[in-house]
């Protein structure tokens, strides 16, 4: 039977002069991602987007595993092609929809068509369908008001389509249209999910990870490589920036104080990470903090962190609590990697009391000890671009 993929767009809907421009790439999104799994053909009727298989034994469960992590799809639904006949259509139904019907309690027949020349209204159609279905279903409850199955029925210019209840998706904006922006990825649960949230509002992401070897293996930098691995799924494609960053941790430790060395080293990959966004054509950097989390995140650290930077820090964490972004590290698939036993470059020289309460003139002061644009300019030559498929 020929399945195809309804995507249902969600606040691309409410985008007025500019809803062409998402939806156009939302298609082309969809598109790119298909084209991984088989011949498609997309297209866009009424604010629902269309996805047809072109050819024989396509993989329609990966297609909808890929369909449910593409940003900007709000809700989908498989559907099932038959031919626009009313004993076509109710045919398709019970057996495309036969474990639903099985499984449910309560249902209702919805009908649309877009085809005005077909022979019977929208209504006679749910009543015909639905009255067939409930003889051939007898414990089903016709429920016109809750029903446990909605039974679609949308009869169109080239063909009817039957689906069941559309299940919900990635929700979100199409990646593309919320500009670029440079990701700070550690190793750790948070900033994988700080990157995936702002993947979702549309923004296409340059992650940059910053690699302290020896001091941390090339285990640790794999793991980020894998983190960046996952996320591709959502995020589509990515080069990861890996910044080498041992010479500037060495730097800080010999030549300021102990208790300044972690809010010093997050201002030198704050600066680093501009430097990359505004050669890249990126209008943001974004970070997984979170407020109070440690000593690095209070509102004084912060404020030092980010003195000084022209483009904006972007923090979609900032009010989460840890178990709120752990549910989302495991819904995206990010948790399990995340707490892989790697060091990050952040513990090591791990001062034994950070400052929680930095002043930035006493920051600025004891930075005067390092010559900083020299050293930024050394971790900024010796990027290494690793492209993530
Ligand atoms: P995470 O779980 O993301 O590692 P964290 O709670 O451990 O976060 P910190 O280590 O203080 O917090 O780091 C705060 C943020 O700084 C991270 O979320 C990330 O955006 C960035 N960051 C920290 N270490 C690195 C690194 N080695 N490379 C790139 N970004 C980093
Ligand atoms: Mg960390």
Same mark, same amino acid.
């Given at each position: 039977?020929?399945?195809i ?67 900007? #799809?709000?809700a ?6 038959? /031919?626009?006949? @009313?004993?076509?259509? *109710?045919?398709? +139904? %019970? &057996?495309y ?10 249902f ?8 005005k020349?077909f ?17 051939a ?30 299940v ?12 670029k922006?440079?990701?700070l ?22 992650? #940059? ?8 293996? /090339?285990?640790? @930098?794999?793991?980020? *490589?894998?983190? +960046? %691995? &996952? ?5 589509g ?34 600066k ?8 890249n ?23 030092v ?16 609590d ?24 952040c513990?090591?020289?791990?001062p ?7 002043? *930035?003139?006493?920051?600025?002061e ?8 020299a ?15």
């Amino acid at each position: 039977m020929n399945d195809i993929l309804l995507l249902k767009q969600g606040e691309i809907v409410l985008k007025g002069l500019n809803r062409k421009y998402f939806e156009q790439k939302l298609i082309a999104n969809v598109n790119r991602r298909l084209a991984r799994i088989g011949r498609f053909r997309v297209y866009s009727v009424q604010s629902t987007i269309y996805a047809e298989p072109l050819e024989d034994g396509i993989d329609m469960d990966a297609a909808e595993e890929a369909m449910k992590k593409t940003f900007g #799809v709000i809700a989908l639904a498989r559907a099932a092609a038959c /031919e626009k006949d @009313k004993d076509a259509i *109710l045919a398709t +139904a %019970k &057996e495309y929809l036969r474990d639903r019907l099985l499984a449910a309690k309560s249902f209702k027949v919805e009908s649309k068509r877009s085809d005005k020349t077909f022979p019977m209204s929208s209504i006679a159609l749910s009543q015909y369908v639905g009255g067939e279905l409930h003889d051939a279903f007898p414990h089903l409850k016709a429920d016109m008001h809750e029903p446990e199955l909605i039974v679609n029925v949308e009869v169109r210019d080239y063909a009817a389509y039957v689906h069941a209840n559309a299940v919900p998706a990635a929700g979100g904006l199409p990646v593309g249209v919320g500009g670029k922006a440079v990701s700070l990825l550690s190793g750790g649960i948070d900033s994988p999910v700080s990157t995936w949230m702002m993947a979702k509002r549309g923004v296409v992401v340059l992650p #940059v990870h910053f690699f302290s070897f020896p001091y941390t293996s /090339e285990l640790a @930098k794999q793991k980020v *490589l894998d983190l +960046a %691995k &996952e996320l591709t799924d959502w995020c589509g494609r990515m080069t990861v920036a890996v910044v080498p960053f041992t010479h500037i941790q060495e730097e800080i430790r010999e030549k300021c104080p102990e208790e300044l060395f972690t809010v010093i080293m997050r201002r030198f990959m704050m600066k680093i990470s501009e430097r990359l966004a505004l050669d890249n054509g990126c209008g943001a950097l974004i970070t997984g903090e979170n407020l109070g989390q440690v000593a690095s995140q209070t509102m004084q650290a912060l404020a030092v962190t980010g003195a000084g930077l022209s483009l904006p820090v972007l923090r979609p964490l900032i009010g989460m609590d840890k178990e709120e972004i752990v549910t989302v590290a495991r819904r995206i698939g990010t948790f399990d990697t995340s707490i892989l036993p790697y060091e990050d470059c952040c513990t090591v020289f791990t001062p034994r009391r950070p400052r929680t309460k930095p002043n *930035l003139a006493e920051v600025e002061e004891a930075e005067k000890a390092l010559d900083c644009a020299a050293l930024i300019e050394e971790a900024v030559k010796g990027v290494e671009h690793i492209k993530i498929f």
